[in-house]
């Protein structure tokens, strides 16, 4: 590679191969690589790699579109689909998260919703995810079978009225939940769920400044979240990073809250 | 001024040139650009301005991961010696080695690299799409470049990944 005491970075030469080189270095690195046989090599060889590329794949935006492509019919198929994630995109904010994860493009749904809340919120979730899940023999304060006990008690320490999901339907067991410093300070609620061969899934609420937002993906190495913000409290529900698996999760989760949201109003 | 519509119809032939190289397979790649115009349309309320060609691959590319990760998780056996050496001669030799270099580079890479050579975008762009900082573009870049060189040069691929 490039020779440490160069004037001129191996970064500098991909700029140079892709015209992205200020053009105050185009002297020296054009200097540089007349002096230097193997680096001009190295370069002659990047470029011959875009244009194998192009010349294999470049075609292909010369070809017709396939008409099932063009837009207008890509409009009729999609009234006409009855696809199965269309139904997770009933609440329009939903369909944000299909896609998301992107560049910030998307759905700071309503106002409010920074997206510091976004990372400090999974932030906290993720640590006491893998904090707790690992956990065999105390991974929660109160158990699951005390169910009206572990809700009364974290809504009164929340200050929100809170309601732990039932996940059975899709075979998750409540373990437990305990109460956790939240991202403000002040208390967050967090409760445990595991399925058949022992995978462990978290709920982590916590009361937030935004009235409601999109839902959000935060993938982390071996764990994932899914965050949102309904009627001003938090919810992250985070798993091992398995994006599918964790969105059935979710989408049991927030049916649940929706539907006791609906009951409350 | 072009409307939302119109600049999303322009985009089809590079979205299309996009997915056939990152996926080196004709109908994956259509089902990937269908799949992309059908979310964008429907959350066009969602795109806050800024360049609809670039929200666009990075649609395209999160579908295509997700695609990726959910085929790793079947049993999936694929052949090794398919993409093992280089070929050696022939009319489409060029085309073919290309492609299975490409198919020996990790994802992210490949995503990096052809938005950048084939695509054209810029560094900020790409890294606008693959949401990292532009340096870890340039160092994906770097790896590409080094990864499809020693392929064609005869090595054997530095890191096969089993994805």
């Known amino acids: 590679m490039v020779d440490r005491n160069s004037p001129v970075t191996e970064e500098e030469l991909h700029a140079y191969v892709d015209g992205e080189l200020p053009a105050d270095r185009l002297e020296a690195v054009t200097a540089w690589l007349a002096a230097n046989a193997d680096q001009a090599a190295l370069v002659a060889a990047w470029r011959a790699q875009a244009d194998s590329i192009r010349a294999r794949y470049g075609a292909v935006a010369g070809e017709p579109v396939p008409e099932r492509l063009q837009l207008d019919q890509a409009l009729k198929r999609d009234r006409a689909s009855g696809r199965s994630w269309a139904a997770l995109a009933s609440a329009a904010a939903l369909i944000a998260f299909v896609i998301g994860g992107g560049a910030g493009w998307f759905a700071r749904g309503a106002a409010a919703a920074g997206p510091n809340d976004f990372d400090t919120f999974t932030a906290e979730a993720l640590d006491a995810y893998r904090l707790y899940v690992v956990e065999v023999r105390h991974p929660v304060e109160v158990p699951g079978s005390e169910r009206a006990h572990l809700t009364q008690w974290l809504s009164k320490r929340l200050g929100a009225e809170l309601r732990v999901p039932d996940l059975q339907s899709i075979n998750l067991k409540l373990v437990g939940g305990r109460l956790l410093p939240g991202p403000t300070g002040a208390a967050a609620a967090f409760y445990m769920y595991e399925g058949p061969s022992g995978e462990r899934f978290t709920i982590y609420c916590a009361k937030a400044e935004a009235p409601q937002t999109a839902l959000r993906f935060k993938d982390g190495d071996s764990s994932a979240a899914f965050y949102w913000v309904d009627d001003k409290v938090a919810y992250v529900v985070s798993g091992p990073s398995n994006r599918d698996q964790l969105e059935n999760v979710t989408k049991s989760v927030y049916e649940q809250i929706d539907k006791s949201g609906a009951k409350k109003s | ?163």
């Open chain 2, 1 to 163: 001024m072009a409307t939302f519509q119109q600049n999303v119809e322009a985009t089809i032939p590079a979205l299309r040139r996009y997915a056939r190289a990152l996926t080196r397979d004709s109908d994956i790649a259509d089902d990937l650009v269908q799949d992309t115009l059908v979310r964008a349309l429907r959350s066009e309320h969602l795109f806050h301005g800024g360049e609809v060609r670039s929200w666009l691959y990075t649609i395209l590319t999160n579908l295509n991961r997700n695609r990726l990760r959910s085929l790793s998780r079947r049993p999936h056996m694929s052949s090794l010696e398919d993409n093992d050496a280089p070929d050696l001669a022939g009319p489409e030799a060029g085309g073919r080695d290309i492609e299975r270099a490409l198919a020996t580079l990790v994802e992210d890479q490949r995503q990096a690299l052809l938005l950048v050579v084939l695509e054209g975008l810029s560094y900020r762009e790409v890294a606008e799409v693959q949401g990292v900082p532009i340096g870890t573009v340039m160092s994906r870049l770097a790896r590409a470049r080094v990864q499809i060189k020693t392929y064609l040069d005869g090595g054997r691929p530095a890191l096969r990944r089993v994805k």
